[in-house]
């Protein structure tokens, strides 16, 4: 079985993926957060800064493009090869309107003939393998019946599906069924993608896709980041959790400190990142709060050390999230 860390946009930068896997593993692929795709002959390099070798530690990690032309991902797969990675993912599954609407992300799942003026050029003595992250469909489910056969046709190297529409953006349900029948159209090696928040989600999913051995996650590990060495059958004892995760902070926090211009920014990044990792805390919420109501860095810290002056604990099974558009 292998798992992969879905890119998380403003979350799973390089910082964050290299302290992942110093402080928890269980992780054989890091997808990095999209880079847009420029109609420019040469390409900036700090659009790459999130790729710079010598930022990266993590053992595998994919760049993804977002694109709707096949010419300027090209140029931008050639740079980011360049750097010394082994492959690309192209992203057409980008739920936001802004994205979209311009037929970029999931928007171009509407449009097959789209799909495939790209493939063809892209595919057409490709600069590396190419990997794509696709959701069932756009507005319509049944766009995959269309998509997949066109994806098919080209030795695209890994399919990962998210089982929600465009339209649906993280809300509402996956579609089981349809991923199901997603699953058994491909002629690419599949990589499921939703929902996996805890051991019970893995389980289930075993049960409904036995043929399913490669999973992708994204809030369930940003909220329990022990989940993927769980499901690689690693224990992890729940009185050292708290220790962990108080150091992948403190590390995370230091280099945000040192990079990030003024408190504010430095607040907004933590804030963002205890939404998912207050999960679960035991009295996660209570500390959740008053992390979001410190105003300066002093009153933060002043709250964090007194959170974790005491051991608290860890809860496994939380069904408490807080994140976009879950339950
Ligand atoms: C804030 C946010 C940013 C995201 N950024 C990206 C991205 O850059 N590229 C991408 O392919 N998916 C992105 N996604 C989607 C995730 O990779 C993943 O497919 C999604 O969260 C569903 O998986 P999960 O239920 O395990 O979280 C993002 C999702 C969220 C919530």
Redo the contacts with the bound molecule.
């Keep these: 079985m292998k798992i992969y860390l879905?890119?998380?946009?403003?979350?799973?930068n390089y910082r964050y993926r290299n302290l992942f896997t110093k402080y928890f593993g269980g992780i054989d692929k890091y997808?990095?957060?999209?880079v847009t795709s420029v109609n420019a002959e040469i390409i900036n390099p700090t659009l790459l800064k999130d790729l710079m070798p010598e930022r990266n530690s993590v053992e595998y990690l994919v760049p993804?493009i977002?694109s709707n032309n096949g010419d300027d991902f090209k140029r931008m797969a050639k740079a980011i090869i360049d750097l010394g990675y082994k492959e690309v993912?192209w992203?057409i599954?980008?739920?936001f309107s802004i994205v979209t609407r311009k037929n970029k992300?999931a928007g171009i799942l509407a449009h097959p003939d789209k799909i495939r003026q790209f493939l063809d050029i892209v595919m057409n003595n490709p600069v590396c393998p190419v990997s794509i992250?696709m959701?069932l469909g756009m507005n319509d489910i049944a766009d995959f019946r269309t998509v997949i056969p066109i994806i098919n046709e080209y030795p695209v190297s890994e399919l990962?599906i998210?089982g929600?529409t465009g339209k649906q953006a993280?809300k509402g349900v996956?579609h089981k069924n349809e991923m199901a029948e997603a699953f058994s159209l491909s002629t690419i090696p599949t990589v499921y993608?939703?929902?996996?928040?805890e051991y019970s989600d893995y389980e289930l999913l075993t049960k409904h896709f036995p043929d399913t051995h490669t999973f992708?996650?994204?809030?369930?590990?940003?909220s329990n980041p022990f989940l993927p060495s769980r499901m690689k059958g690693i224990h992890i004892d729940s009185s050292k959790k708290q220790t962990i995760l108080k150091q992948f902070h403190d590390e995370l926090y230091t280099a945000y400190e040192n990079s990030l211009y003024g408190g504010k920014h430095l607040m907004d990044k933590m804030k963002s990142i205890w939404i998912y990792l207050a999960v679960h805390l035991k009295e996660g919420d209570e500390l959740l709060k008053n992390i979001k109501r410190a105003k300066t860095v002093d009153t933060y810290n002043i709250v964090l050390s007194e959170y974790f002056g005491k051991e608290r604990g860890w809860n496994e099974e939380n069904g408490v999230y807080y994140?976009?558009?879950?339950r």
């Design positions: 879905a890119p998380i946009l403003g979350m799973t997808f990095a957060p999209f993804q977002l993912n992203n599954g980008c739920p992300g992250k959701r990962i998210h929600r993280y996956i993608n939703g929902d996996i928040f992708m996650l994204g809030r369930g590990a940003l994140f976009i558009g879950t």
